[in-house]
């Protein structure tokens, strides 16, 4: 995990060290009702793995906020603050959607 994700998941008290990563599967798409991807280019990825999404499962974040637009890779940006602002804005949005 980079140095930049580590200090903003500290500076908001956000628990990550139990926590791994692992590949999507194609079988996933039958398990879980939301597959959330950060950007155009993840959106892409996930349906070469799991195929068609005829359930409309498969959403970039940012359109819970009605924004069509990606998250910004911090790696590349360096603005860390506004990927989680961003990332945040739209886990609340999702979670509103759901409840």
């Not at 599967?25 to 950060?38: L, Q, V």
Request: proline share 2%.
């Amino acid at each position: 995990m980079h140095y930049g994700t580590k200090e903003i998941l500290e500076r908001y008290n956000i628990p990550y060290k139990k926590h791994i990563a692992r590949q999507l599967k194609k079988e996933d798409y039958n398990k879980y009702d939301y597959i959330i991807g950060m950007d155009s280019s993840n959106i892409r990825g996930i349906l070469r793995i799991i195929g068609e999404d005829n359930q409309n499962k498969v959403h970039k974040l940012l359109e819970f906020v009605n924004e069509d637009k990606d998250i910004a890779d911090p790696w590349y940006t360096g603005n860390f603050k506004k990927t989680y602002d961003d990332i945040l804005k739209g886990c609340m949005a999702l979670y509103n959607s759901i409840i």
